[in-house]
């Protein structure tokens, strides 16, 4: 069997990281620092709140998450480089495009706007537009050995109830026809920005698309798929399911930010909602969450499983440029209009003439010198599409990997409520808005919507009225935590978000199997139970988690275990959203 290794194809490496000051990100920039051997490590990071770049990095490396090293050199190989994800070639200046062309080896692409009901305009441009813009960007890398694009399982949350989602692109279509997502994120760009907003969501309804967020990544791997297939990028898609606090490093317990599960698990450890009744999902259905680190380390592993050529060895689910075969869907889709090809993967012909030494259609030969970044047309026809045809037999396939623990150690709704429990029990939260514990669920617990919406108006009176005490009292952080806590678990606590899908994770599977026997202690790639450890055991009061148990458990004991010394230290700040 041939095995990869991280460190092989990290060391001496220099990576691009985008999302830096985001929860993942800043996750995976002290994993490189702290454990691989990289060269140079750029961050792409915008000006912001009178900070500027330098400032801003400054501020992050001095953070908690990076404690282990504190004053060591290693820092000084992290450079900023001024952009924005949101602005047209990422509003990085000629010179820094010519230094990432000429040095990059790696890009690990973690900014996304996570905003589940943010308007389509902000969502599309940060999440298809800022990553066509990074990948155009890439067709001119001189040194370029993989792409990991940090997407999320629920990109396909538009799957019947029930499903099992496999690690492959699954088409949209009007009818019998394929959608051109690029045609249709200009469009809905082009119009007014609430029409914009009813468009889509006539389209998420016709679909079954909960929100606008997980639309805007379902578009933005379609387009991923096709700068991978055309421009011959080394290209993983990375999708973690719901991403809980850190159970090993640098830190048990860190949680980075309050946004979506992490501030839902806040609010019931804090005593929002005290009922069984407050729950909007069925309890014997799957919660698929994930630990932080695990994450990190499965986003190294595709980057060099990519780098390495193992992406025919590790990928299991037959796909077409990581799209299901058509037997998969249906012989009756027609493919969608090519007419906005050109447009989408500028940088294609460059970079493809470049790889294979042929000459553009003009007839001279395209120049790989960093100087000069013009762009070439692509040809077109019959021999041109042979020619591809071709080129598509012998290009390894597109990595999709699963991150997360439905179909390797699936955890129900009720497990995780009861956990918390536990958790809640053990931990000394300081502040609760409830005098005890709250009631376990039984697997037989169906939602009732009407009377979750009571509780969920009711404790929103409550965290209005306690936020505006703490307020009052100059505890405006406290009332924060409170109030986003609430805010989250109110947004997924829906019954449209209880889709009950679980995870194919053959990939992740096989990423673990082929990783160099010598690495597999120090990058854990799956998580489940180590051997002789059993699930459920209680926990005692201060407890510390054992590192092998579900997910949640580990997240609610590890905060149980950090509570004391992360409020007072402040080590369990938040971070706000990824960095976009």
């Known amino acids: 069997m041939v095995h990869y290794s991280i460190h092989d194809h990290f060391d001496g490496s220099a990576v691009l990281l985008t999302g830096s000051t985001g929860y993942v990100g800043q996750l995976v920039l002290e994993k490189l620092l702290r454990c691989l051997g990289v060269r140079t490590v750029f961050v792409l990071t915008r000006p912001k709140r009178g900070e500027d770049i330098q400032q801003r990095v400054d501020k992050l490396l001095d953070s908690p998450v990076f404690h282990l090293l504190r004053g060591n050199e290693v820092l000084r190989k992290v450079v900023p480089i001024a952009g924005d994800m949101r602005a047209t070639d990422l509003g990085i200046s000629l010179a820094d495009r010519q230094r990432l062309s000429r040095e990059t080896n790696h890009v690990i692409h973690c900014a996304a706007d996570i905003r589940l009901e943010a308007s389509i305009h902000e969502l599309l441009q940060a999440n298809y537009e800022g990553t066509r813009q990074l990948l155009k960007l890439c067709c001119y890398f001189n040194n370029l050995q993989s792409f990991v694009h940090v997407s999320s399982a629920y990109t396909n949350m538009n799957a019947p109830v029930g499903s099992l989602v496999k690690e492959a692109i699954y088409p949209l279509s009007y009818g019998d026809n394929l959608v051109d997502d690029y045609e249709l994120v200009q469009e809905l760009l082009a119009m007014p920005a609430h029409n914009a907003n009813s468009r889509a969501a006539g389209l998420m ?67 929002l909602f005290d009922s069984p009744h407050a729950n909007n999902y069925k309890a014997s259905n799957v919660w698929d969450v994930i630990p932080a680190d695990v994450v990190v380390n499965d986003i190294l592993a595709a980057a060099a499983a990519v780098s390495a050529g193992l992406t025919r060895a590790v990928t299991a689910t037959p796909t077409r440029d990581g799209r299901l075969l058509d037997s998969a869907y249906g012989s009756s889709h027609t493919s969608a209009s090519n007419t906005s090809s050109h447009d989408k993967l500028e940088g294609m012909a460059w970079r493809s003439s470049k790889r294979s030494g042929s000459k553009t259609s003009s007839g001279s030969k395209t120049s790989s010198g960093s100087g000069s970044m013009s762009l070439q047309p692509y040809g077109s026809g019959p021999q041109a599409d042979a020619q591809q045809q071709q080129q598509d037999d012998q290009q390894p396939p597109l990595l999709i990997v699963h991150i997360g623990s439905s179909t390797l150690y699936p955890l129900t709704i009720m497990e995780s409520w009861n956990y918390g429990i536990e958790g809640y029990g053990a931990w000394d939260a300081g502040v609760r808005l409830c005098s005890g514990c709250a009631a376990p669920l039984t697997v037989d617990h169906e939602p009732n919507p009407e009377l979750a919406a009571k509780y969920v108006a009711w404790t929103g009176w409550k965290v209005w009225a306690v936020t505006k005490v703490f307020g009052w009292m100059g505890q405006e952080r406290v009332a924060r935590k409170l109030s986003i806590g609430f805010e989250s678990f109110a947004l997924l606590n829906q019954p449209k978000t209880d889709v009950n899908l679980r995870f194919s994770s053959n990939n992740m599977q096989r990423l673990a199997a082929l990783l160099d026997p010598r690495e597999r202690s120090e990058f854990l790639l799956l998580w489940k139970p180590k051997p002789g450890t059993a699930r459920g055991s209680a926990l005692a009061a201060g407890a510390a988690p054992r590192f092998g148990l579900s997910s949640t458990t580990a997240a609610t004991a590890a905060v149980a275990a950090a509570g004391k010394a992360g409020a007072s230290s402040g080590l369990l700040q938040p971070f706000g959203s990824e960095e976009v």
């Open 205 to 271: 309804k016709a679909w079954n698309f909960p929100n606008n967020y997980t639309l805007s990544k379902h578009l933005a791997e379609y387009m991923v798929a096709d700068f991978h297939k055309h421009c011959k990028l080394p290209i993983a898609i990375a999708r973690p399911t719901l991403i809980s606090s850190v159970a090993q490093d640098p830190y048990p317990g860190y949680t980075g930010n309050y946004a979506g599960h992490v501030g839902a698990t806040l609010a019931f450890m804090a005593g």
